[in-house]
């Protein structure tokens, strides 16, 4: 994809649906509500899965226009809880800590392609908002948990004067 004076909405999604696609554990990922995860498609885990915040914005400077697109990416993969196995506490045994690591690991690597690969587009992750990590615990149908990934994209943006009928 070469570089643009617009970023849309669609690009971005297909930058993030190339991610997955070459990333070695990601094996499917989705866009849209988060109702919608395992319940419209089928799907193979771990999933990255694209949703948008509340808080998307055009910050207005010297007649500038900047997007802010607000996203919110969940990487989850599912929890094997093993009732008939016990570790020696007693507890019943689970993958759950393996799993958070992978998906934290994951939810790393994403950052970084967002900081190396995607600058090379305009789309960068805003300085002053970082990207914020929340755990997710058995958040679907499926028994999946990972990590919830909030990030503000500065899109590329040119100012030109919007289209008009002739």
Partial sequence: MAITKIITINQIIQMFTDFQEKHI????????????ISTTTSVEYPLLWITHKNTSRFELKNRNITPVLSLTF??????????DSKVINGIDSSNEQEVTSDTYQIAQDLVSYI??????????IREDFGATLEPVYNE?????????????????????IYPTKL
């Fill in 25 to 36: 554990q990601l094996q499917s990922i989705g866009y849209g509500p988060t109702y919608n």
């Fill in 74 to 83: 969940i990487i989850l993969d599912i929890i094997n809880d093993q009732n």
């Fill in 115 to 124: 900081s190396t690969e995607l600058t090379k587009y305009g789309v960068k």
């Fill in 140 to 160: 679907t149908e499926d028994k999946a948990s990972g990590w919830m990934i909030d990030i503000d994209l500065q899109l590329v943006h040119s100012n030109c």
